[in-house]
T-cell receptor, first 115, second 109 residues
Framework: EAGVAQSPRYKIIEKRQSVAFWCNPISGHATLYWYQQILGQGPKLLIQFQNNGVVDDSQLPKDRFSAERLKGVDSTLKIQPAKLEDSAVYLC?????????????FGPGTRLTVL | GQNIDQPTEMTATEGAIVQINCTYQTSGFNGLFWYQQHAGEAPTFLSYNVLDGLEEKGRFSSFLSRSKGYSYLLLKELQMKDSASYLCAVSPSNYQLIWGAGTKLIIKP
């Protein structure tokens, strides 16, 4: 079974530029999560999709971050414009069911550096 | 508020046993997860506890006491590859998961 795929693996941009990350979840998984993980901290949920609807985006900085999940499969996360404090690893995860008691499977992440 | 506490860092010796504690204060409880995260890699699932008691899975065991808001992850026969961060996460409800900051475990030969 293929795991969660993410691209790119690494990205370096200057502040005020824009960047987009892509995620392909495990086939058949209804729920998709985007997390931000700053070095030395636990993952912080940015947005959760169930199929192609948003379940939770309470911690998404909506003035600069946006995300979509077209056709309930792949998802993209965009930052525009980027700030220095956005430097982090962006993790995508998916789970079979819709609840937070389901095991989440993580992709390898995208390490973003904002200069 | 909702809070999860774990030690920041622990050191143990290869072949020994180590216990990583996690205490939580949440508005509700729907289960507790332990994930392992090697440096530069994504978290991977280790265990899930929803009822009190000990769950054993090979060299790893996880314990939960809901009344005390406490869990621990027990690693036996430590190997160098066990050097990683161990993340505790609690689901206060079916629509939420709170993550701890993780415990970095260093294994020395």
């Amino acid at each position: 079974e293929a795991g969660v795929a993410q691209s790119p693996r690494y990205k370096i941009i200057e502040k005020r530029q824009s960047v987009a990350f892509w995620c392909n979840p495990i086939s058949g998984h209804a729920t998709l999560y985007w997390y931000q993980q700053i070095l030395g901290q636990g993952p912080k949920l940015l947005i959760q999709f169930q199929n192609n609807g948003v379940v939770d985006d309470s911690q998404l900085p909506k003035d600069r971050f946006s995300a979509e999940r077209l056709k309930g499969v792949d998802s993209t996360l965009k930052i525009q414009p980027a700030k220095l404090e956005d430097s982090a690893v962006y993790l995508c995860a998916s789970s079979l069911g819709s609840g937070h008691t389901d095991t989440q499977y993580f992709g390898p992440g995208t390490r973003l550096t904002v200069l | 508020g909702q809070n999860i506490d774990q030690p920041t860092e622990m050191t143990a010796t290869e072949g020994a046993i180590v216990q990583i504690n996690c205490t939580y204060q949440t508005s509700g409880f729907n289960g507790l997860f332990w994930y392992q995260q090697h440096a530069g890699e994504a978290p991977t699932f280790l265990s899930y506890n929803v009822l009190d008691g000990l769950e054993e899975k090979g060299r790893f065991s996880s314990f939960l006491s809901r009344s005390k808001g406490y869990s621990y992850l027990l690693l036996k026969e430590l190997q160098m590859k066990d050097s990683a961060s161990y993340l505790c996460a609690v689901s206060p409800s079916n629509y939420q998961l709170i993550w701890g900051a993780g415990t970095k475990l260093i294994i020395k030969p």
